[in-house]
């Protein structure tokens, strides 16, 4: 049984076009996240969401927009892609958000070309 | 804000010892140790809270000096599953919401 799933597991797609990547976690946390990690294996949170509701909103572009469904789902939608959004993103979970062990998704390659 | 992790990379011989230090410039409640192999996730090590106390798992342990805003790791008998970037994080106290900020991360090999 997978934890933390994450679709897809490669995306290339080219400049300007609009894309999702979606999380699952089946562990029965209340808190997910979103972070990306670039080249130089920097990572960096950009959003967390508690029981649906937005608690991090990183200094992110506009052209990310992250949605929680309810608290087993968190999906990014990235509009407009940019070649410098090319990087690994990972979705992650946690029990209540308040600093416990995060458990991640196998990440998410995106390739903007 | 990020907490600045040394040495950068590190090559050893299987059964090799090594230690990683994770340095804060803001106070520490907590740190958390991770490890990445290459081509896949982040996956916990330990917890180590503020007082001090040394955690062990398997033969790597960590200790957390809260007073000089550093945690060390320490990697006894190196074996080659230990190969992968070693991130240690630090957990940033918002009100309802906590932030974990990862360091710059270091790169261990283990070589036969």
Known sequence: DTAVSQTPKYLVTQMGNDKSIKCEQNLGHDTMYWYKQDSKKFLKIMFSYNNKELIINETVPNRFSPKSPDKAHLNLHINSLELGDSAVYFCASSHTGRGETQYFGPGTRLLVL | ?112
């Open chain 2, 1 to 112: 804000q990020q907490p600045v992790q040394s040495p950068q990379a590190v090559i050893l011989r299987e059964g090799e010892d090594a230690v990683i230090n994770c340095s804060s410039s803001k106070a520490l409640y907590s740190v958390h140790w991770y490890r990445q192999k290459h081509g896949e996730a982040p996956v916990f090590l330990m917890i180590l809270l503020k007082g001090g106390e040394q955690k062990g798992h398997d033969k790597i342990s960590a200790s957390f000096n809260e007073k000089k805003q550093q945690s060390s790791l320490y990697l006894t008998a190196s074996q080659l599953s230990y190969s992968g970037t070693y991130f240690c994080g630090t957990v940033v106290y918002g009100g309802a919401t906590n932030k974990l900020i990862f360091g710059t991360g270091t790169l261990l090999a283990v070589q036969p």
